[in-house]
């Protein structure tokens, strides 16, 4: 039912099948008793509506229990699953995985594991018989666990990182550093002068002239003699 769909759409489909039956896992008889326009209601296509009651039918007429197909090896399983119309390789190997818990299972075919391989081993897939050769030849290397192997690669697919749109701010900052640097005289508006009321300076008090010191008096020097001699000088001149 989910083969060559994504993941998303056959858990979709898958849940929308089981609410035919109120959510419970149906039983052959149930199935075959269900029109095909119904399953086609839920969006199977018309191949997979055939398919699905191919599968009820068989396993009514030849059987599909567990404790049969225990007791197979995976080669036998899935020679035995091929005989019903509808089902090939890869979904014999869905049920060895998942159904009968088998443990060393590579689903070569598996698109999602083939495109995991290649971008790890950077394979190349055009010559299709070499390129599954290859798979098949790395795949013998994590035997007898390639049940887990198929497992991790389907995860390391689903979860390699792409490149996303970054977040808003680091949008921004990559959208200014893709623009071209502008010249600066052509967008930088031009800045007018700030108006000033100029305030006139106060002019520096005039400084007062000192005057001039005045001229010291000229004064007679004293006579260095007593007045008793200049009176004896004065009276010998007579």
Known sequence: MSQQLSTRVADTLHKRFLNLYEGRTPLPEEILATSLETLRSIGLSNAKTRYVHNVARFAIEEGLDHQQLDKMENEAVIAYLTRIKGVGRWTAEMMLMFALGREDVFAVDDLGIQNAMIGLYKLDREDKRSFREELLRISQKWSPWRTYACLHLWHWKDNTPVAKEPPPATAKSAA?????AADPAKSAPARKPKKTTAVPRKAAPARKQKKPAAAPKK??????????ARKKSASRKK
């Open 219 to 228: 004064t007679r020097p004293a006579s260095r003699k007593p007045a008793a």
């Open 176 to 180: 200014r550093l893709k623009k071209p």
